[in-house]
């Protein structure tokens, strides 16, 4: 019995020590991951819409973008967004001055719209950056369009409009672009983000626009 109970001491004596030693996982203070998540993102990015073929395009800059991602881990994150823009423009854009002081109006119409689908890719390639609250990561997207644009000139002399040009043009576009996105952690729940896309590219052709293209963005995202 003497044997029972001072093994029994001893047991209890050394439970503190194995407790430091090899603390009971606390999972509890180790939050899991939430993956699934929901973003609203303001952005100046214009969606274009060009097919050399058919000698006509034009763009739009929706906004607003709603989007909705998975995090596969800490360092890797896919989503797929949604956006719309239309545009509608009819200006006079030149006057001109013909024979006997007779003065010609020239008018340009635009209609475009388009819905863009941006698919994202997100990484932070450090491991060491991915507990923190604030954190650099990598981004790339592919962005499908479905659109369509249609663009008129006229002149006008005494009230009258003749059309001179008209094209028009619909289908599927894509872009590409990428760049760097800053994270910051508000709560378990809110991630803030400021975006900057250094790359852009129009897929099957080159356009001087898509040289100079740059944009940026601000979002918060809703972890589920």
Partial sequence: MKIIFLSLI?????????AQVNPVNSDST???????????????????????????GGGVTPVVHINVGYKL???????IGLAYGRKHVDELSGIYYGENDTIINYYR???????????TAQVTPFSWQQNRKFRVSAIASFVPIIGSVWHQESEEFEGQREVIYK???????????????????ISQRLDSYGKLNLFYKNVGHKSYYADKAWSVGLGLNYNL
């Fill in 109 to 119: 119409a635009r209609k475009i719209q388009a819905l863009a689908v941006p698919i």
């Fill in 30 to 56: 180790v939050k899991p991951l939430k993956r699934v998540y929901v973003g609203v993102e303001l952005s100046n990015i214009a969606y274009t819409m060009w097919r050399p073929s058919k000698q006509v």
């Fill in 10 to 18: 001893l047991l209890v004596s050394t439970l503190p020590a194995v």
């Fill in 167 to 185: 094209g028009e043009d619909s289908g599927v576009y894509a872009i590409v672009t990428g760049g760097l996105q800053f994270n910051y952690k």
């Fill in 73 to 79: 881990n800490k360092g890797l994150s896919l989503q």
